[in-house]
C-alpha cells in the first residue's frame, strides 16, 4: 500500500480548488425588500399568509390595501419560493464538479498475482470557466430579484386598482339604489293615474319599462360590486370577503396629478425592461464560458496508483481531454446568440410600448378629471337649481309629479356618473403611478417580461 502522504496533495488541491459557496436565501430576500421598500416610499414588510393576523380587516385607504396584500397575499409566498428556488440555481451554476475516485482489480494471466489500480481524476474544464460561469450567475440573480420586485410591486399596484374599482363599484350602486326608489314611486303614481284615467297608457308602461330597467341595471351593480370585493379579497389573501372593512365612498379628487415620467426616466425605471437587460447580460456571460470550452467540454487532471503484481506501488499524474467528435459545442452556442436576439427584440418591443403606456395614462387620468369637474361644478349644481325651480312649481299646481321625479332621476344619475368618472380617475392614476414605480397594469407586460427574462435554466454547473 503507497504512504499515506501520496494521496494528500492530489486531495488538497481538490479541497483548495472546489470553490463551494453556501447558500443563503436570506441575501436576495432582503435585497428584494428594500427595493420594493424604496419603489414604494414606505417601509414594507413581507410576510407569508400563515403568520399574518386573522381578520377582520379595516382598509381606510388604498395604503392599508397594499400593506395587507404584502403582508398576507398567497402570491407573495410563491414569489419568495421562486426567488428562493432561483438563488439555488445560481448557487449551483457556480460550483464545480466533485472529483471522481475510481479502482480496478486486474486478474493476471501469468497467475503472479492481483494488481490494483487506484485513481483521483477531477474535471478541471469548469474551473477555467468559474469566472464567467459566476458572473453569469450573479446576472442571473439580479434577473431574479428584479422580478420578484416587479411582481410584488405590481401585486401593491393591482390590490391598489381593485380597492378603488370595489369603492366605485359599491358608491355607484348605492346612488343607484336611490334611483331605483325614484323610479318606482315614478311607475307607482303612473299606474294610479292610469287607473284614474288621468295618464295615457303608454305613458304609464313607459314609466314601468324605466322601473324595470333601472332595477335590471341595479342587480348588475350588485353583482359587480360582489365580483370586485372577491377579486380584491383575493388579492389580498383573505378568504371570508366580508371581513373587509372598507370606507362608504370613493376619495374624491385630489388637488394635484403625478406627472408623467419622461420617456428616458421611465426606461430607467422600468422593471421589465432592466430585467430583459440583466437577463440578455446573463446570456452574453454564458455564451463567454461556452466559447472557452468550444474545442473540448472537459479535461480531467488526475493522480493514479498502481500495484505491481510484485507488490510494488506507482504512482503519479494523469491527464484526460474528451473529444469533441459527437458534441462539438455548436448547438449550445447558436441557441445562446438566438437568445441574444430575442431578447434584444424584446427589449426594443418594451422600449416602443413604454411612451405609450404613459401617454395614455395621463391621458385618461386628465379626461377623467374633467369629467368629474363638469358634474361637479356645472351639471349637479343646475340640476339642484332645476329641482328648486319645479318644487315651486309643483306646489303653485303648475307642474305634475313626474316632471319632479325625472329632474331626481337624472341627478343621481349624474351622481352616478361623478362616481364612475372617480373611479376611471383613480385607475388612470394608478397605472400611472405604477409606471413610474417600473410596472405595467394595462397588460401585465411587466410581469410577462421579467418571468420570461428570469425564467429557470436548464443544466447544472460544473462546466
Known amino acids: 500500500m503507497p504512504p499515506l502522504s501520496h494521496f494528500v496533495p ?23 425588500l428594500q427595493a420594493v421598500s424604496a419603489k414604494t416610499g414606505q417601509p414594507v414588510a413581507l410576510a407569508t399568509p400563515e403568520t399574518a393576523r386573522a381578520g377582520p380587516y379595516d382598509l381606510p385607504t388604498a395604503d392599508d390595501a397594499v400593506r395587507l396584500a404584502l403582508t398576507r397575499s398567497p402570491a407573495v409566498a410563491a414569489t419568495l419560493a421562486e426567488l428562493d428556488a432561483a438563488e439555488a440555481q445560481a448557487v449551483q451554476a457556480g460550483l464545480l464538479k466533485n472529483p471522481f475516485f475510481h479502482a480496478s482489480l486486474l486478474y493476471p494471466h ?24 459566476q458572473e453569469a450567475a450573479d446576472r442571473g440573480r439580479q434577473a431574479t430579484r428584479l422580478k420578484a420586485v416587479a411582481g410584488l ?9 381593485a380597492w378603488y374599482a370595489h369603492l366605485a363599484e359599491r358608491e355607484g350602486a348605492a346612488w343607484l339604489v336611490d334611483q331605483t326608489e325614484a323610479t318606482d314611486l315614478g ?13 295615457p297608457p303608454l305613458a304609464a308602461a313607459s314609466a314601468q319599462a324605466v322601473r324595470l330597467e333601472t332595477r335590471e341595471a341595479l342587480e ?52 421589465g425592461l432592466a430585467a430583459l437587460a440583466a437577463e440578455l447580460e446573463h446570456v452574453r456571460q454564458r455564451g463567454e464560458a461556452v466559447g472557452r470550452m468550444a474545442w473540448t467540454d ?15 506501488w506507482k504512482d503519479g499524474p494523469s491527464l484526460g481531454v474528451a473529444l469533441p467528435l459527437f458534441d462539438t459545442g455548436e448547438a449550445r452556442r447558436a441557441g445562446l446568440r438566438f437568445e441574444a436576439a430575442r431578447l434584444e427584440a424584446r427589449m426594443a418591443e418594451r422600449r416602443l410600448a413604454l411612451a405609450r403606456e404613459a401617454r395614455d395614462a395621463a391621458g385618461r387620468m386628465q379626461r377623467a378629471r374633467t369629467r368629474v369637474e363638469n358634474l361637479r361644478e356645472k351639471l349637479l ?6 329641482q328648486d325651480q319645479a318644487l315651486l312649481q309643483y306646489n303653485a299646481m303648475q307642474k305634475s309629479p313626474f316632471h319632479l321625479l325625472d329632474l331626481k332621476q337624472r341627478e343621481l344619475a349624474a351622481l352616478r356618473q361623478l362616481v364612475a368618472g372617480l373611479g376611471d380617475y383613480w385607475q388612470a392614476r394608478t397605472s400611472l403611478e405604477a409606471l413610474n414605480m417600473g410596472v405595467s397594469l394595462e397588460s401585465g407586460d411587466t410581469a410577462r417580461a421579467a418571468a420570461m427574462a428570469a425564467a429557470p435554466q436548464t443544466g447544472s454547473g460544473g462546466h
Do not use: F, M
Not at 10 to 32: F, G, H, I
Not at 110 to 130: C, E, M, P, Q, R
Not at 299 to 304: A, R
Not at 381 to 386: G, K, W
Open 187 to 199: 311607475a307607482e303614481i303612473a299606474q294610479r293615474l292610469e287607473q284614474a284615467g288621468n295618464l
Open 298 to 312: 472537459g479535461i480531467e487532471l488526475g493522480w493514479s496508483w498502481e500495484r505491481e503484481t510484485g507488490g510494488e
Open 220 to 271: 348588475e351593480a350588485r353583482l359587480a360590486a360582489q365580483a370586485s370585493r372577491d377579486r380584491l379579497a383575493r388579492l389580498l389573501g383573505v378568504a371570508a370577503p366580508e371581513q373587509l372593512q372598507l370606507p362608504e365612498r370613493l376619495p374624491r379628487l385630489p388637488d394635484k396629478d403625478p406627472a408623467a415620467p419622461d420617456a428616458a426616466a421611465q426606461e430607467a425605471a422600468d422593471l
Open 110 to 133: 501469468d497467475s503472479h498475482g492481483k494488481a490494483i489500480d487506484l485513481g483521483l481524476s477531477w474535471d478541471v474544464l469548469g474551473l477555467l470557466t468559474l469566472g464567467p460561469r
Open 381 to 386: 349644481p343646475l340640476l339642484s337649481d332645476a
Open 10 to 32: 492530489p486531495l488538497l488541491a481538490a479541497l483548495l480548488l472546489s470553490a463551494c459557496t453556501t447558500l443563503d436565501t436570506r441575501v436576495s430576500r432582503e435585497s428584494v
Open 153 to 161: 410591486l405590481e401585486l401593491a399596484a393591482q390590490s391598489r386598482a
